[in-house]
């Protein structure tokens, strides 16, 4: 359970990562020892799982985003399996177990379309347990979290 003081720390952290418990003690006037600590703590209790990046994916030659929609066949791999087939393909970022009419998400990044329909084509679709597919393409992308 996380209290007003960690929260703070968190968003602090959820802006950089990198910032100094300097920096987040003087930004929430709390001690820099305590923050030091509690991060330990929330690190320590899996709250924060891990620090990461936030790549710049036009500058990497990837800026167009679409989701992709998977349908499972069953067949001698379980779901779980072929989604997790699916997260090992490069250029997936993110990949689902959703309800309804389709099975699993994937979010997929690629240069143009025409690259994620390469990906989708050639990859995805080429996974045992993957029946049929639906690519959403992305026109712009207002809030991202990681």
């Known amino acids: 359970m996380v209290d007003e003081k960690d929260q703070l720390i968190l968003e602090e952290l959820l802006q950089n990562a990198r910032v100094s418990t300097i920096e987040i003690s003087k930004n929430t006037k709390i001690p820099r020892v305590t923050v030091h600590e509690r991060i330990k703590k929330l690190v320590k209790n899996e709250i924060i799982k891990k620090f990461t990046i936030v790549q710049n994916y036009k500058k990497l030659g990837k800026e167009t985003t679409a989701f992709v929609l998977i349908s499972y066949s069953p067949n001698k791999l379980l ?20 309800a309804g009419e389709w099975d699993m998400i994937a979010k997929v990044r690629g240069k143009n379309l025409e690259n994620i329909g390469s990906l989708v084509l050639e990859k995805i679709r080429s996974i045992e347990g993957v029946a049929k597919t639906f690519t959403l393409g992305c026109f712009e992308t207002i809030k991202e979290d990681l």
Do not use: T
């Open 79 to 98: 779901q779980r399996e072929v989604a997790l087939k699916i997260a090992k393909v490069p250029d997936v970022y993110e990949i689902h177990l959703i």
